[in-house]
């Protein structure tokens, strides 16, 4: 969630397009739904839920294409069944085109080829997420660092040691 779900809650946010159908029901539903993808994104990153190792990726991955699975199940099963409306859960329905940019081009190539640069797409995003996640946290802690050495030094400055020798020689009577 902290990885795909953060990506594809923003992707939607931000290019709705496709999407959108004419229920408004269902419309204000994948609104909410890819909104609240994102917020939670976020705030698994920003509460420290999501582990910034490279090997995180791989557990993203493994339920995105659980994920994948299970759409691309829908999607064929639904077809079989006669629903009369357009369902293509993922974008991946082997009976409807893919609206998604370069996808829907690939997709006229060949199915499979499609299928597999969705998947190694929507991973390397998942995958990028997460790498700008691991550089922002590391640029946090170098401005962190740098913050903190400035406090200690004014600190520890020869006045305020002399301070604290005094203090310290007030507080125990014990002078060297």
Request: proline residues 2%; aromatic residues 14%.
């Amino acid at each position: 969630m902290g990885t795909f779900g953060l990506f594809a809650g923003l992707i939607v946010m931000l290019y709705p397009n496709t999407v959108f159908v004419s229920t408004i029901g269902i419309n204000i539903q994948t609104m909410v739904h890819h909104g609240a993808m994102f917020v939670m994104g976020v705030f698994m990153h920003v509460s420290g839920r999501v582990k910034y190792e490279h090997k995180t990726i791989l557990k993203g991955i493994a339920v995105f294409g659980t994920l994948c699975a299970t759409a691309l199940i829908m999607d064929v099963v639904w077809h079989f069944i006669g629903i009369n409306q357009t369902f293509n859960m993922f974008f991946i329905s082997p009976y409807y085109s893919c609206e998604l940019v370069i996808l829907q081009d690939i997709q006229q190539i060949n199915y499979y080829l499609f299928l597999a640069s969705y998947i190694f797409g929507f991973s390397l995003a998942g995958y990028l997420v997460l790498l700008s996640s691991m550089g922002i946290k590391k640029l946090t802690k170098l401005f962190g660092k740098r913050k903190n050495k400035a406090s200690v030094s004014n600190e520890t400055s020869p006045e305020t040691t002399n301070n604290l020798e005094v203090k310290r020689i007030e507080k125990t009577g014990d002078e060297k």
